[in-house]
């Protein structure tokens, strides 16, 4: 069995992504995709277990890269309020929640242009319209968070979202926390072009939520 490091749970609550890079104690390369399996689940948890055949690596080529391999497992009813856990470990680790983030293929405008869970446990997703502007959804735990001044702040659902500029000037990125997870959402012009803070705020505005 191989450790898993995050998991996104769709918006069906039963389609369950795990995702896992080589271990360095391994220090190998996978020879066919991983495959997740529920181990143990109760009112409380679902342990899941991924494996996989590793060909070992001589120690002078070992190397990470900057994606973990998915695996997909699907629950016969919805996760809930239950903690996803290593089999490996036991220990539970970031878990996302589709249903936290706007729908932004609701909107046709905005397709999708790579998505993905890295090893250092974090989720990203981005998105483009014709134009050129790019959305941009990351999550990550809490903890490892560090955030721009606020600018401003606008509603998410029942939260607060923090408005922070989004390095150069004209993208803007907006911050909510739930649970352990902070989720952002980050919107990027065309090169030599640029979003007003009201416009920033009226494209939040015309995402939907589910």
């Known amino acids: 069995m191989l450790p898993w490091v995050a ?3 769709a918006r ?10 080589i271990d360095s104690a391994i220090c190998g390369e996978s020879t066919r995709s991983p495959e997740a399996t529920i181990t143990r689940q109760d009112e409380t948890q679902v342990v899941i277990s991924v494996t996989t055949s ?3 690596a001589e120690e002078e080529v070992c190397a990470t890269t900057g994606d973990a391999a998915p695996a997909f497992v699907s ?4 996760l809930g309020d239950r903690v996803l856990r290593d089999a490996t470990t036991t220990r539970p680790h970031p878990t996302y929640f589709q249903r936290d983030v706007p729908d932004v293929l609701a909107d046709k405008r905005w ?4 998505g993905h869970l890295r090893p250092d446990e974090r989720w990203f997703q981005s998105f483009r319209d014709p134009g ?4 941009l959804l990351d999550a990550q735990p809490t903890t490892r968070v560090h955030r721009p001044a606020t600018i401003a702040t606008v509603p998410i659902r029942s939260q607060q979202g923090i408005i922070t500029t989004y390095g150069a ?14 989720y952002s959402l980050s919107l990027i012009p065309p090169e030599s072009h640029g979003f007003t803070l009201k ?4 494209q939040l505005a015309g995402l939907r939520w589910s």
Do not use: C, N
């Open 7 to 9: 998991a996104v749970v």
């Open 12 to 21: 069906d609550d039963t389609s369950i992504t795990v995702a896992t890079g």
């Open 54 to 56: 590793i060909v070992r």
């Open 75 to 78: 629950l016969q009813k919805p």
């Open 111 to 114: 397709d999708p242009s790579g």
């Open 132 to 135: 050129g502007t790019m959305l």
């Open 169 to 182: 000037p004209g993208s803007w990125t907006v911050w909510w926390e739930l649970g352990q997870v902070t």
């Open 199 to 202: 416009q920033f705020k009226q």
